[in-house]
């Protein structure tokens, strides 16, 4: 049976590690740059991406943090030259949380594994989640304008209305889809790679720390530092996004996976 090692992932060899990271890339690239939303025109810096972060973070779980690495910087890389609007220069401080993504992504999960009190990383996710809804939602509703590269952006009633609802609309779809997962793996949680809440609370920890924090500071370095709260709001808005997307798209690369080892053993 195929084991795992924190430092090597799954002990394919070689030429498969090379081929998967290939593999990856490619869609990597294919998910953040096609099937993504680039470049709002208000907030050019943030990107809403279906499916390109969930594949960075199975590639990196599945063969270790020195391939994540590799295939988080050079999936950004090769995604800009051939795909990206050539308005914007190529910041090698953006590819840097692509590249620290890659690699803290097993790490984080490993980490998580470890705490077996499932209650633990459901309530610390669920409330915490729930703490940047509230100052999120606040900010819009009190906020009238937002002043972007010397363009001032009004806040519309719409917005103030639609945002916190969709955000509140998407945790609430964390929540049910979790509860869903976790009560059928309940029955046999011993037989599960990791068990859905323990992937939640890594993807909620991802997000905040290496997407939010980190990422928000890269792209201050490289838009401006004077916008930094504006572009830490924004990604906090698109973690909301973010987390419920990545785990279901990870829950079922998972479980296909874990077929495929059935399979092949």
Avoid at 186 to 211: A, G, P, T
Avoid at 229 to 238: P, S
């Amino acid at each position: 049976m195929k084991t795992y090692s924190l430092w090597r992932g799954y002990n394919f060899s070689l030429i498969q590690k090379i081929a998967l990271s290939g593999l990856f890339i490619a869609l990597a690239c294919v998910f953040n740059k096609i099937f993504a939303i680039n470049y709002i025109s208000a907030v050019p810096f943030v990107r809403v991406s279906f499916g390109g972060i969930a594949i960075i973070i199975f590639a990196s779980y599945l063969l270790g943090p020195f391939y994540g690495l590799l295939i988080g910087g050079l999936q950004d890389i090769v995604g800009y030259f051939v795909f990206d609007i050539k308005a914007y220069p190529w910041y090698p401080t953006i590819t840097t949380t692509y590249v620290l993504l890659g690699f803290l992504t097993p790490i984080i999960i490993y980490l998580v594994k470890k705490i077996k009190n499932v209650n633990l990383c459901r309530i610390t996710c669920y409330s915490t989640m729930s703490i940047v809804l509230i100052l999120t939602s606040l900010y819009i509703i009190v906020c009238d304008q937002a002043i972007i590269f010397d363009n001032v952006y009004n806040i519309d009633l719409w917005i103030k209305i639609t945002f916190p609802i969709l955000s509140l609309c998407l945790l609430i779809t964390l929540v049910v889809v979790c509860e869903i997962i976790y009560h059928k793996q309940k029955k046999d949680l011993s037989n599960i790679e990791i068990n859905i809440f323990q992937l939640m609370f890594s993807c909620f920890l991802i997000d905040l720390f290496i997407i939010t924090l980190y990422g928000s500071l890269m792209k201050s370095i490289a838009f401006g530092m004077d916008l930094l709260l504006i572009i830490l709001f924004c990604q906090a808005l698109t973690m909301f996004f973010n987390v419920p997307f990545n785990v279901i798209v990870l829950n079922i690369l998972l479980r296909v996976t874990k077929r495929y080892y059935r399979l092949i053993n």
